[in-house]
């Protein structure tokens, strides 16, 4: 242990986990981060080596014993009804079934759609039927033949602190100063600060605003790899990612008569925004008002504290975009995000500036346990520090609209995360005003050189210092572009014509045509460009059909070949016919090849039957499939003899099995509910 280790333990014993206990049990699972150090704080809560290596062995013998892989369903379901019950680790959701009039659960690893739960469970934690929550389930079998389900949910407890001493948290604070704290953050979120400058260290901590600060506005666009996501999908029990925006989810249910996901969750995340998918036009209406003031109304008066997050993805070169006259840093949000949705956003995090994830930067140090963090953050954010920032900071005269209360609200929140039991520097406060002032610059400019008149023209947002003087903030990336700094405006009718330079993105002036092969030119993707893609399918989205997914990589494809070890179940194999559908409605390609895995050698057999008629059929359709089977293959990938691997976490098993085969969705793949899994597509 460092100096910092030694202070952390002594002022927060058994409160903190040495987090590359965390890097050793996190790869190989997708469990959230804090299901884990939750596990760890159970049986690793020493420092002595030999009780930390015995207490990894238990957690791992957990995870092994409790936790569900997404393909062991049926085993797990086979396990409960020959021990009668048995515990898990999983995510649960309930939904209520109008017809029937009834809650059921379903648990996303176990299988099952149809699983009894008490009222009392449901009643008590409302997030159940929002999003669902990760617990320690106890399962039981019902063997009475009259009942219509096959398990029922005896005990569930959440994984969360059952005790939370908040003056305690902010007692320990005064032992550390302003930068060691910092760097306590930091090693809790994973990462080790000593690798860090100061500048990145702020940019990582912007990333827990929204977690201090009540109805926060925060987006992040970057390139892929950076773990925008990680700390809304793994940091905090109170968090949840969607990648779908509809009025019943997000806001207000009038048929349920029930508030969405606002009213449930400290913070609503849109991952991957560039491909959320908006669902009607009055999302985006409830959407301004609830950015605006934490309520809205849809026939009764809501008031919410969910902070909302937008994360994504840029696909091209910072620079080439703002020296662009015609695109700009939001070019990869939704086409329904007008200007009012942008000009409500507080913060803009240049992710651009943030390395990718390597290991070099995971600390091997202390930090807080992140249940513990999350609790402590979720208690500051109900505390308000406005009044403080409103009083001791005084801002320069381009300050107007919106730009008031999103820097004031950043300041806040500097000051909840860094001084939740203090006050900061002068020098400090201003080092807070200057980061909060270039995050919000960062919007206007954007909004500056979209609307081409003077409503967004005054974006050299300025703070006063102790000597009185005025202190313009600028944005790195910008700060000497023309293009970003005086964008053109548009011509009065009837003056005279100004000469545009329209020179395409990336495209350098030139009189001779014969270079324009060699000059860029980017703009929005094309819904069938062939490119590198990652991506998360979310528990319950829809729209993502087989073509949407493997369509655009199949042109010029002549040979796929499968790699699935579980391709042997008959719904599996149904997938398997819906796949090679595709293949046969493109017409170029002539080979499809299986490596397949089986449980026995009656189910291998079972499944040798079915391979032979697909095989028959698809040979009258001009394809020749061949399949070998493999008892260690293990990943699943589709490879395409043009180069594109596409490798999708649960293979062609993406889908939900429809509550009844007459409802929508049961034929048509477009249409049916997902279940969670990662989409990777690149080239060999």
Same mark, same amino acid.
């Given at each position: 242990?460092?100096?910092?280790?030694?202070?952390?333990?002594?002022?927060?014993?058994?409160?903190?986990?040495?987090?590359?206990?965390?890097?050793?049990?996190?790869?190989?699972?997708?469990?959230?981060?804090?299901?884990?150090?939750?596990?760890?704080?159970? *049986?690793?809560?020493?420092?002595?080596?030999?009780?930390?290596?015995?207490?990894?062995?238990?957690?791992?013998?957990?995870?092994?014993?409790?936790?569900?892989?997404?393909?062991?369903?049926?085993?797990?379901?086979?396990?409960?009804? /020959?021990?009668?019950?048995?515990?898990?680790?999983?995510?649960?959701?309930?939904?209520?079934?109008?017809?029937?009039?009834?809650?059921?659960?379903?648990?996303?690893?176990?299988?099952?759609?149809?699983? =009894?739960?008490?009222?009392?469970?449901?009643?008590?934690?409302?997030?159940? &039927?929002?999003?669902?929550?990760?617990?320690?389930?106890?399962?039981?079998?019902?063997?009475?033949?009259?009942?219509?389900? !096959?398990? *029922?949910?005896?005990?569930?407890?959440?994984?969360?602190?059952?005790?939370?001493?908040?003056?305690?948290?902010?007692?320990?604070?005064?032992?550390?100063?302003?930068?060691?704290?910092?760097?306590?953050?930091?090693? #809790?979120?994973?990462?080790?600060?000593?690798?860090?400058?100061?500048?990145?260290?702020?940019?990582?901590?912007?990333?827990? +605003?929204?977690?201090?600060?009540?109805?926060?506005?925060?987006?992040?666009?970057?390139?892929?790899?950076?773990?925008?996501?990680?700390?809304?999908?793994?940091?905090?029990?109170?968090?949840?990612?969607?990648? /779908?925006?509809?009025?019943?989810?997000?806001?207000?249910?009038?048929?349920?008569?029930?508030?969405?996901?606002?009213? *449930?969750?400290?913070?609503?995340?849109?991952?991957?925004?560039?491909?959320?998918?908006?669902?009607?036009?009055?999302?985006?209406? %409830?959407?301004?008002?609830?950015?605006? #003031?934490?309520?809205?109304?849809?026939?009764?008066?809501?008031?919410?504290?969910?902070?909302?997050?937008?994360?994504?993805?840029?696909?091209?070169?910072?620079?080439?975009?703002?020296?662009?006259?015609?695109?700009?840093?939001?070019?990869?949000?939704?086409?329904?995000?007008?200007?009012?949705?942008?000009?409500?956003? +507080?913060?803009?995090?240049?992710?651009?500036? %943030?390395?990718?994830?390597?290991? !070099?930067? &995971?600390?091997?140090?202390?930090?807080?346990?992140?249940?513990?963090?999350?609790?402590?953050?979720?208690?500051? =954010?109900?505390?308000?520090?406005?009044?403080?920032?409103?009083?001791?900071?005084?801002?320069?005269?381009?300050?107007?609209?919106?730009?008031?209360?999103?820097?004031?609200?950043?300041?806040?929140?500097?000051?909840?995360?860094?001084?939740?039991?203090?006050?900061?520097?002068?020098?400090?406060?201003?080092?807070?005003?200057?980061? !909060?002032?270039?995050?919000?610059?960062?919007?206007?400019?954007?909004?500056?050189?979209?609307?081409?008149?003077?409503?967004?023209?005054?974006?050299?947002?300025?703070?006063?210092?102790?000597?009185?003087?005025?202190?313009?903030?600028?944005?790195?990336?910008?700060?000497?572009?023309?293009?970003?700094?005086?964008?053109?405006?548009?011509?009065?009718?009837?003056?005279?014509?100004?000469?545009?330079?329209?020179?395409?993105?990336?495209?350098?002036?030139?009189?001779?045509?014969?270079?324009?092969?060699?000059?860029?030119?980017?703009?929005? !993707?094309?819904?069938?460009?062939?490119?590198?893609?990652?991506?998360?399918?979310?528990?319950?989205?829809?729209?993502?059909?087989?073509?949407?997914?493997?369509?655009?990589?199949?042109?010029?494809?002549? @040979?796929?070949?499968?790699?699935?070890? *579980?391709?042997?179940?008959?719904?599996?194999? &149904?997938?398997?016919?819906?796949? #090679?559908?595709?293949?046969?409605?493109?017409?170029?390609?002539?080979?499809?090849?299986? $490596?397949?895995?089986?449980?026995?050698? @009656?189910?291998?057999?079972?499944?040798?039957?079915?391979?032979?008629?697909?095989?028959?059929?698809?040979? /009258?359709?001009?394809?020749?499939?061949?399949?070998? +089977? @493999?008892?260690?293959?293990?990943?699943?990938?589709?490879?395409?003899?043009?180069?594109?691997? $596409?490798?999708?976490?649960?293979? &062609?098993?993406?889908?939900?099995?429809?509550?009844?085969?007459?409802?929508?969705?049961?034929?048509?793949?477009?249409?049916?509910?997902?279940?969670?899994?990662?989409?990777?597509?690149?080239?060999?």
């Amino acid at each position: 242990m460092d100096e910092l280790d030694r202070k952390l333990n002594d002022a927060y014993s058994g409160r903190v986990v040495r987090k590359d206990l965390l890097h050793r049990i996190k790869k190989g699972t997708n469990v959230p981060s804090f299901v884990l150090e939750f596990l760890l704080a159970k *049986y690793c809560a020493s420092d002595d080596p030999d009780e930390i290596e015995a207490g990894i062995q238990a957690v791992f013998e957990t995870l092994e014993k409790n936790y569900v892989r997404p393909d062991e369903s049926n085993k797990a379901q086979s396990t409960v009804q /020959q021990k009668g019950k048995h515990k898990f680790i999983d995510k649960v959701h309930v939904t209520y079934k109008e017809r029937e009039k009834r809650h059921w659960a379903e648990m996303e690893n176990f299988g099952s759609r149809r699983i =009894a739960i008490p009222e009392k469970f449901y009643r008590d934690n409302d997030r159940l &039927l929002e999003g669902g929550i990760w617990a320690e389930v106890i399962v039981g079998h019902s063997d009475i033949e009259d009942e219509d389900y !096959a398990f *029922y949910i005896e005990d569930l407890k959440p994984i969360q602190l059952s005790r939370f001493n908040l003056d305690e948290f902010l007692d320990g604070r005064k032992h550390f100063t302003r930068d060691e704290w910092l760097d306590v953050l930091m090693r #809790s979120t994973g990462l080790e600060p000593g690798k860090m400058t100061s500048r990145l260290k702020m940019h990582y901590l912007a990333r827990l +605003f929204c977690f201090v600060e009540a109805n926060y506005n925060f987006i992040e666009l970057g390139p892929r790899g950076t773990g925008k996501s990680y700390a809304f999908s793994e940091f905090s029990p109170y968090s949840t990612l969607v990648s /779908q925006a509809s009025t019943p989810t997000l806001f207000f249910n009038n048929a349920r008569r029930k508030v969405g996901l606002v009213g *449930y969750w400290d913070i609503v995340a849109f991952d991957e925004v560039g491909r959320v998918k908006v669902k009607d036009k009055e999302t985006i209406d %409830i959407l301004k008002s609830y950015m605006a #003031s934490g309520r809205f109304s849809r026939g009764v008066e809501v008031v919410a504290n969910a902070s909302l997050a937008f994360v994504g993805n840029i696909d091209y070169s910072i620079e080439q975009l703002v020296n662009s006259e015609q695109y700009d840093l939001f070019i990869p949000l939704p086409k329904e995000f007008d200007l009012a949705i942008m000009d409500r956003f +507080f913060t803009f995090l240049p992710g651009w500036e %943030i390395p990718k994830n390597i290991s !070099a930067y &995971l600390t091997e140090n202390y930090g807080f346990i992140t249940d513990y963090l999350s609790e402590a953050f979720h208690l500051i =954010a109900k505390q308000s520090r406005y009044d403080y920032v409103t009083k001791h900071c005084q801002f320069g005269p381009s300050i107007e609209g919106r730009d008031e209360m999103a820097v004031k609200r950043t300041i806040a929140a500097f000051l909840k995360l860094l001084h939740p039991a203090g006050e900061p520097s002068r020098e400090e406060l201003e080092d807070y005003m200057a980061y !909060a002032l270039e995050g919000r610059r960062r919007i206007k400019e954007q909004l500056n050189k979209r609307k081409h008149d003077d409503e967004y023209a005054r974006i050299n947002l300025s703070y006063i210092d102790t000597n009185e003087n005025e202190i313009i903030v600028w944005c790195p990336e910008s700060k000497d572009v023309t293009a970003t700094q005086q964008p053109i405006r548009k011509r009065l009718p009837g003056s005279p014509e100004v000469k545009v330079d329209e020179t395409p993105v990336g495209k350098k002036p030139s009189d001779q045509e014969e270079d324009s092969e060699e000059l860029i030119v980017i703009g929005p !993707a094309e819904e069938d460009e062939q490119k590198e893609d990652h991506y998360t399918i979310f528990y319950g989205d829809t729209g993502h059909s087989y073509e949407s997914i493997f369509g655009r990589y199949l042109r010029d494809c002549k @040979s796929v070949s499968i790699e699935d070890p *579980y391709i042997r179940l008959p719904h599996q194999i &149904l997938n398997l016919v819906r796949f #090679s559908e595709l293949l046969v409605k493109f017409g170029n390609v002539r080979e499809l090849n299986l $490596i397949a895995g089986f449980d026995n050698d @009656s189910q291998k057999a079972e499944v040798q039957e079915k391979f032979d008629m697909l095989h028959e059929s698809l040979q /009258q359709n001009g394809i020749e499939f061949q399949w070998t +089977f @493999s008892p260690v293959i293990h990943d699943r990938a589709v490879k395409l003899d043009n180069g594109w691997v $596409i490798k999708i976490g649960r293979g &062609l098993d993406i889908y939900q099995r429809p509550d009844n085969w007459f409802s929508v969705g049961s034929s048509d793949f477009e249409l049916r509910p997902c279940l969670e899994t990662t989409v990777d597509i690149f080239r060999s």
